[in-house]
């Protein structure tokens, strides 16, 4: 699979929107790039995924550059209760193994 | 949606027991489970895939003897810490996955504290 790169953090105002990038410059054509985020001691909760096409759903945006290479979830109007760690996964359809890195660290400022 | 539940939330035992963590998909069948582990402030690490009907195969590092994971049908994997030491205390997430494919979801985790 795929390897990503992320800020290891970033900070937004409350009510503002938080863009997060995510590079993944190597990753294949069957590879889709899946975001989660994990507030504090409890397991990671699953936002959105997409494979080409720009994604939303009642959480997110996932925005996904022609050439694939990175893309960037978009949380339009953060609130307090989206302080988490972000982490983008990059995982083929098939097989197992979801494999993390080390994330951003969002801060959401009142 | 779908969820996964995991049991217990929080346990605290005495070095050399042995401690057994529960993890059920409550909506959907997963032939394949995953325990994760997590030590404070870092990312969570893979330990092992769980399959059902099958052995478990465990990631690089982790002792199989130690961490013994039973995948005993579709819906439920258990993950026994076996003569749990205070380097073990950390926190156990588990992980499922729709046997048709898509994202992964995870449970609550477990705060295992060894004394």
């Known amino acids: 699979d795929a390897k990503t790169t992320q800020p290891p953090s970033m900070d937004c105002a409350e009510g503002r929107a938080a863009n997060l990038p995510c590079n993944h410059s190597?990753?294949?054509?069957?590879?889709?790039v899946y975001w989660y985020r994990q507030i504090h001691s409890q397991g990671p909760q699953y936002i959105i995924h997409?494979?080409?096409n720009n994604e939303t759903n009642e959480m997110a945006s996932l925005i996904i550059t022609e050439d694939r290479k990175s893309s960037t979830l978009i949380l339009p109007h953060a609130t307090l209760r989206d302080t988490a760690v972000y982490y983008c996964?990059?995982?083929?359809?098939?097989?197992?193994?979801?494999?993390f890195g080390t994330g951003t660290s969002l801060t959401v400022i009142p | 949606g779908a969820v996964v539940s995991q049991h217990p939330s929080r346990v605290i035992c005495k070095s050399g027991t042995s401690v057994k963590i529960e993890c059920r998909s409550l909506?959907?069948?997963?032939?394949?489970m995953f325990w994760y582990r997590q030590f404070p402030k870092q990312s969570l690490m893979l330990m092992a895939t769980?399959?059902?009907?099958?052995?478990?195969?465990?990631e690089q590092g982790v002792e199989k003897d130690k961490f013994l994971i039973n995948h005993a049908s579709l819906t439920l994997s258990t993950l026994t810490v076996t003569s749990a030491h205070p380097e073990d205390s950390s926190f156990y997430i588990c992980?499922?996955?729709?046997?048709?494919?898509?994202?992964?979801?995870f449970g609550n985790g477990t705060r295992l504290t060894v004394t």
């Open positions: 992980s499922a996955r729709d046997r048709t494919g898509g994202p992964l979801h």
């Open positions: 190597t990753i294949s054509g069957n590879e889709y």
């Open positions: 997409g494979l080409k």
């Open positions: 996964i990059v995982k083929g359809n098939t097989g197992n193994q979801f494999y």
């Open positions: 909506d959907f069948q997963a032939t394949t």
């Open positions: 769980s399959n059902e009907g099958s052995k478990a195969t465990y």
